[in-house]
């Protein structure tokens, strides 16, 4: 009996090439089969803890629901007011327990917010300060409203040489034990308000590589000043949360990040994880040495010159990422192997050029496969994801943008 012969797999590029053929670029797809594997390994980094999923690293209602279907995932984390107010309401909610990222002084979002007892019940807003719960009251004082629900966020950043040095990012001014239960007191002893969480996230450790390409004695820095930051956190933390809860009982404690999922999950005081990044695995998550990253996020660029020989020159592409201006935040031609952004033009709003050994098998008409430098914000360029399995399109989900939504 003959030998069965087993086709040869299909390179990335033809793949995604055969399964929009159909279709025009500037497009975007989402591998579902890498989403999903990308969701089942957060899930198994998570140990057991529940992830809140980030939504600003989605920002797609339909794969923010395949998501939140699976075990493991639990409640979003939302970016706004306003779109948490929109995952929450309707007949069919993506959610029923939102908590808003960041402090909002939205007074069209809090009026919606407080004469809405369902979303009063279903949104937590985020504080730092009493000034964010004078910006409810100024809206409905107590006694005309619902209790509006409220989590603290703790500055999670490493503070080091009595205060001059700092490692992290710069949000709440909420960092020791004595200044959260302040804070805590304050909320306590006001009506109208109800404390339901606490909330520090370690954007040093869960959003920076630990072992960057071709900088390995940056990796070496920035590993261990992330062991030294979490283990100063841990220990805060848990002074945080004792502190607090002797104000108020929590609900919930939330911490971490894609990049952190582990390491967060080992602290006893955390009941709770975050993540959304790591859904989509764009290329500032390619190097850490925690995971691997399954690309499930990819948009295509149409070849529209060739200018001159071993450069080719593709619509659009100036789809760049928010954070510290650098190549980092740049998109990255992925397919065909061998192209790179030209430093002197870089990515351009109406057409970037591209050199290299790649060029050689593009002509007029084919296209060029990018990855995003961050995860949420390609959807802020197209109308539709198409889903992909396999080499064939399986359908086409809005993004936010699509459904007429901008929340940035």
Known sequence: MPARLHAAP??????????????????AVVDLDALDAN?????????????????????CRALLRRVLARPGFAGVLAYTLAEALWLTGGEDPVATDVVVGYPTVDRGGLRRLVTDETAAGRVTLMIDSVGHLDAVDAVAPPGRRPPVRVCLDVDASLRAAAGRVHVGVRRSPVHDPAEAATLAQAVAGRAGFTLAGVMAYEAQI?????????????GLAVRALQGMSARELTTRRAAVVAAVSAVAPLEFVNGGGTGSL???????????????????????????????????????????RVPAPGVVTVASGGWTASGPAG????????????????RAEGAGE???????????????????????????????????????????????????????????
């Open 206 to 218: 869960a959003g920076v590589q630990d072992a960057p390409a071709r900088r390995p004695l940056r």
């Open 39 to 59: 969701a089942a390994d957060l899930v198994s980094r998570a140990a057991g803890r529940p992830i809140r999923v980030a939504s600003k690293s989605v920002r």
């Open 350 to 408: 109406v057409q970037t050029p591209l050199r290299g050994p790649g060029t050689r098998a593009l002509a007029v008409g084919d296209r060029v496969w990018f990855r995003h430098a961050k995860a949420g914000e390609l959807c802020e360029h197209v109308d539709v994801l198409h889903t992909v399995v396999g080499d064939a399109v399986t359908g086409a989900v809005p993004t936010y943008r699509g459904e007429g939504r901008a929340f940035g």
């Open 327 to 342: 190549a980092d935040r740049l998109p990255r031609p992925v397919h065909p192997a061998g192209l790179r952004l030209l």
């Open 262 to 304: 582990e390491r967060t999950a080992s602290d006893p005081s955390v009941t709770e994880l975050a993540a959304g990044s790591g859904l989509y695995c764009p290329t500032l998550f390619d190097g850490y040495r925690a995971f691997t990253a399954r690309p499930a996020a990819l948009f295509a660029l149409p070849v529209t």
């Open 10 to 27: 299909l390179s990335a590029r033809t793949r995604l090439d055969r399964a929009t053929a159909d279709l025009d670029p500037p497009l």
